[in-house]
């Protein structure tokens, strides 16, 4: 039984940054795709960083440049280090797994993934 622990949210000002740590407990396969979502009130969940079983990378175009995902050698897991935070990145984060093969144009695409972690508040003021 998989599940995922998020944590590193929090409140920063404009310009400041912040990570979120994903931690996948249960695994029995290292074949996992990992993806950070957001919810901000009154809007639909956002792909925001995926990372596929090869470690490729694919980000939202709002946070390209600014946002970085990555896992740790037993990609059991992942992190998203987010710069330069803007007050339109708050909201709530989600990190999510999927355990078949997503194709790196569907990384973002919440369907996707049938792993999904707590909520974890970032506000950026």
Request: aromatic content about 10%; glycine content about 12%.
């Amino acid at each position: 039984h998989v599940q995922l622990v998020e944590s590193g949210g929090g409140s920063v000002q404009a310009g400041g940054s912040l990570t979120l740590s994903c931690k996948a407990t249960g695994y029995t396969s290292d074949h996992y795709c990992m993806a950070w979502f957001r919810q901000a009130p009154g809007k639909e969940r956002e792909g925001v960083a995926g990372i596929d079983r090869d470690g490729r990378t694919f980000y939202a175009d709002s946070v390209q440049g600014r946002f970085s995902i990555s896992r740790n050698y037993g990609r059991t897991t992942n992190y998203l280090d987010m710069k330069n935070l803007k007050p339109e990145d708050t909201a709530m984060y989600l990190c999510a797994a999927a355990t078949g093969v997503v194709p790196s144009r569907l990384l973002l695409d919440a369907t996707q993934y049938t792993i999904w972690g707590q909520e974890t508040q970032v506000t950026v003021s």
